[in-house]
């Protein structure tokens, strides 16, 4: 398993850390607009894989993307922005950038109902209850149904797949966070492995599968190591997001990485079991003592305590296949 961490584009305190712990690959943002260049740009991007690389760090997995919301919900301008999505996509394989992690959550992204929620000794993390939302106002976007985002995602996958083979771009697509629906009057249908074969299996290509992410799919209910074992079997896992929670869709919390409800060994064995090789970051972490908890979930000390435990569990499994 190449561990990740997920960095900001251009060089702070984390990427020294990074190197501290022994990490040597990164996911990134989109950079920021620089010079008259989008982000998406070919020199933009191409500035920022060799800053990663100029500090020994290589560039697996972009994390971001340009608007996609109209394609989402099938509006006006959403072939313009599929047209930015293609030259993203085409500039990540000329730059040998070889994974893109994406989502299809409509009107907002990953979605809590609080980031002050006290953990173990204190510690802040992320939260949900759907019982908050039931008197919710609809955002802009009004009801938008399942029928109508998988038709949508239909539509953006048949446009950009064939883009993403020839570019040589694994597109990884994220499952729905939290996995329950619908929020705010927007539907949300990638709420299961089920759900995420489905989405993969509407344009088959080697080069459609999935980001892993753990949490969410153990919100979701799913036992990890099955869907770990599913999706390796069809070469469809590209990206892992190695994080955990406690609770259900309705209801959860997250945790750190030792006290949730997955058998995180079980996990990191299963990965090496069926010979995963790719990237895998952390993802969400609490925050800690003496942090402002500006950045929920991604602040530093988690981080650091996530990075060590994972490398921890990447011993032992490599240790327990040759034992």
């Known amino acids: 398993m190449q561990l990740a961490e997920f960095f900001p584009s251009h060089p702070n305190r984390l990427w020294h850390l990074a190197k501290q712990m022994g990490i040597g690959y990164a996911v990134g943002p989109l950079p920021r607009e ?3 260049w989008k982000p998406w740009d070919y020199m933009n991007l191409l500035h920022m894989k060799r800053r990663f690389e100029d500090f020994g760090l290589e560039l697996k997995v972009i994390e971001s993307a340009p608007p996609t919301n ?4 099938g509006l006006p301008g959403r ?10 996509i085409t500039n990540m ?5 070889e994974v893109l992690c994406y989502n299809f959550m409509a009107q907002f992204n990953w979605f809590r109902t609080s980031t002050t929620t006290r953990t173990r000794g204190g510690a802040l993390v992320s939260s949900y209850d759907h019982a908050l939302m039931q008197n919710a106002p609809l955002t802009e976007a009004g009801i938008v ?6 038709n949508n995602l239909r539509y953006y996958l048949e446009r950009i797949v064939p883009v993403a083979e020839k570019a040589k771009v694994k597109l990884a697509l994220h499952p729905d966070d939290p996995p329950i629906s619908p929020i705010r009057g927007i539907s949300r249908i990638l709420r299961s492995a ?16 999935i980001t892993l992410c753990q949490g969410t799919l153990a919100t979701a209910g799913e036992h990890i190591p099955d869907v770990i074992r599913r999706f390796a079997a069809q070469d469809k896992i590209f990206f892992v997001h190695f994080r955990d929670v406690r609770g259900t ?9 030792d006290d949730g409800k ?16 790719g990237p895998a970051r952390p993802d969400h972490v609490p925050t800690m003592e003496g942090e402002d908890n500006a950045n929920p979930g991604y602040e530093l000390l988690g981080r650091l305590f996530g990075v060590g435990y994972i490398k921890g569990l990447m011993e032992a499994a490599e240790a327990g296949r040759s034992a």
Not at 70 to 73: D, P, R, T
Not at 145 to 150: D, F, I
């Open 249 to 257: 869709a309705e209801k959860f919390e997250e945790t750190f990485h």
């Open 93 to 97: 394989g000329a730059l040998g950038i």
């Open 262 to 277: 997955t058998n995180m060994l079980e996990a990191m064995k299963t990965y090496y079991d069926v010979g995963y090789r």
């Open 79 to 88: 072939d313009e922005e599929i047209e930015v999505m293609q030259q993203f």
């Open 34 to 36: 620089e010079n008259g």
């Open 194 to 209: 089920d759900a995420l074969q489905r989405a993969i299996d509407l344009v088959p290509s080697p080069y459609s599968g």
């Open 145 to 150: 149904t399942e029928e109508q985002l998988w």
């Open 70 to 73: 109209s394609i989402k919900l």
